[in-house]
């Protein structure tokens, strides 16, 4: 650690710092519904991550400070070509993103010809730009609807999506292997204790999550489908099975309801919690915006190849373009 890094402010002046560099560099804070309460808090918006990315690039901002982890980051400087992109932990990055390196991708889109690739947004740039369409867990849905059932479909990284897609809507798309280490962690034994502990209580659930959770769940949905669930759902109590700490939206906007995070393996590991997200802190987020550095680059070819796969994305889950104007692979 150089000296310079130990003159990190703490407390509250750490908070007035960011401030102050967030007015200087004139940068926008995305943060992760997944990062810790305080880096919420200090956000200019907290949000899933493509519809963060959305909306940094419809401000004014000169620096973005995305509090997330790499796959999202890239994906705003996707759509942000023109702005800095910084990544306050380069490190934070993504079991799913990890499960799919582009060659094997890429080898795999090649050795299924007649296939399409519809590609969760939770990938590498180069995957995206491999890919035909990107899905969210928000859009996934649409989307798939919207695509011929004689259409041969590879999906990935998430099998867990994908598989739940499949059986949803009968459809047998060809699954990549990946799994979200914090979502595969949820326990289907210790989920059922918690239900008997509280009768009657829905159980809200992340489509990652593996099939033995999905079944029990009352609402699935992605991250802000299910906080848009939390505030309307008729009851008092609440199981969550997603990252816990989008709990803390839940019980901002609801100070009067419980919420409860499902457990995992132990009953009460922090499992769940994900590792990535956490390697994210406030004083990597003052440095970040300090020395706007890690910062993210893309090289323009790829960034292009990518933003077509977004393209189409955003194109078809606003019900702009159909399939037609794909083609097929």
Excluded at 19 to 46: F, G, M, S, T
Excluded at 142 to 159: E, H, S, V, Y
Excluded at 310 to 324: F, H, I, N, Q, R
Aim: with cysteine; hydrophobic share 40%; glycine share 6%.
């Amino acid at each position: 650690m150089t000296a310079h890094d130990t003159m990190i402010p703490t407390g509250t002046e750490l908070r007035a710092e960011i401030d102050r560099l967030r007015k200087e560099r004139n940068a926008v804070i995305l943060a992760h519904y997944y990062q810790k309460p305080e880096i919420q808090d200090i956000a200019d918006y907290v949000g899933d991550s493509l519809q963060l990315s959305q909306l940094a690039a419809e401000t004014d901002a000169d620096v973005i400070a995305f509090c997330g982890v790499k796959f999202m980051a890239d994906t705003a400087k996707i759509l942000s070509p023109e702005k800095i992109v910084v990544l306050p932990d380069m490190d934070a990055g993504c079991s799913l993103e990890d499960s799919c390196p582009p060659d094997k991708f890429k080898a795999f889109r090649e050795a299924h010809p007649d296939h399409i690739a519809l590609t969760y947004i939770n990938c590498s740039t180069e995957v995206k730009a491999l890919s035909d369409v990107i899905v969210t867990s928000s859009s996934a849905e649409t989307i798939l609807q919207q695509i011929p059932a004689d259409q041969k479909i590879i999906f990935g990284p998430d099998r867990h999506l994908g598989g739940y897609l499949n059986r949803k809507f009968n459809r047998d798309m060809l699954l990549w292997p990946g799994v979200c280490i914090v979502h595969e962690a949820f326990s289907e034994s210790e989920l059922l204790k918690l239900m008997a502990q509280h009768p009657g209580a829905p159980v809200a659930a992340h489509p990652e999550c593996p099939p033995h959770v999905v079944e029990h769940a009352d609402y699935v949905g992605s991250t802000s489908g299910i906080l848009q669930f939390a505030k309307t759902f008729p009851g008092n109590t609440l199981i969550v099975a997603t990252e816990p700490h989008i709990i803390h939206q839940m019980e901002k906007a609801l100070p009067e309801k419980t919420f409860i995070g499902a457990p995992g393996a132990d009953g009460n590991c922090n499992c769940n919690i994900c590792p990535y997200m956490a390697l994210n802190t406030m004083e990597k987020l003052y440095t970040a915006l300090r020395d706007l550095e890690p910062r993210i680059e893309i090289e323009e070819g790829l960034r292009i190849a990518a933003k077509k796969s977004l393209d189409a994305m955003l194109e078809m889950a606003s019900g702009t373009v159909g399939m037609g104007d794909l083609g097929r692979a």
